[in-house]
């Protein structure tokens, strides 16, 4: 696997490089946003993590200028900033994750390889069942034509539901998918999300499979 690291911080970015080289990956580090972006562009990296706060170009505008260009390489983002609102925008701007400085090495390489097992093709078909309308582009959510607001996890969950309809997905696989290794959680965890976008999307939009998991009714 070829990961791109886009850190100004020298020693940050040297040592993101020196452990992950040590857990198997090919690493190549720049520390500016527009060599950030070419890199990005024309790489075949696998995936990229991008900190936001960089001259010339903020992450931001690289991972939002790459999902214009259609290029869905699986981006995590990287910043001192923790707000919500700050975690909001670079995941409406398409990036797959957001891990805030400082940060244990251990959860980031969790969270990169959770992401690197979620399927990193395109984006922008728009995802539809049971009256509920997904676009992964704009990330916005519509029940019969209405938008509905969701947080980060719903949306995730939501988008996995979506994604495997008419499949019924097991709880293991929204937990490991939707809140990755590197975090803790149980079964019990998903069933809170699931009553969570029930009374967002309707209580009839989303099926429980007895023993098993969820699926979007037809």
Known sequence: MRVLVVEDEARMAAALARGLQAEGFVVDTVADGPSGLEAARFGGYDAVILDIMLPGMSGYTVVRTLREEQNWVPVLLL??????????????????????????????????????????GPRATVLEAAGVRLDPA???????GEEVHLSRREYLLLEQLLREHPAVVTKESLLDRVWGTGEQGSANIVEVYVGYLRRKL?????????????????
């Open 79 to 120: 910043s001192a900033k923790d707000g919500e609102y700050d975690q909001a925008d670079g995941l409406d701007y398409g990036a797959d994750d957001y891990l805030t400085k400082p940060f244990s090495f251990v959860v980031l390489l969790a969270r990169l390889r959770a992401m690197l097992r979620r399927d990193a």
């Open 138 to 144: 704009s990330r916005r959510v519509e029940v019969d």
């Open 202 to 218: 309707g209580r009839d939009r989303i099926e429980t499979v007895r023993g098993v998991g969820y699926r979007m009714r037809t």
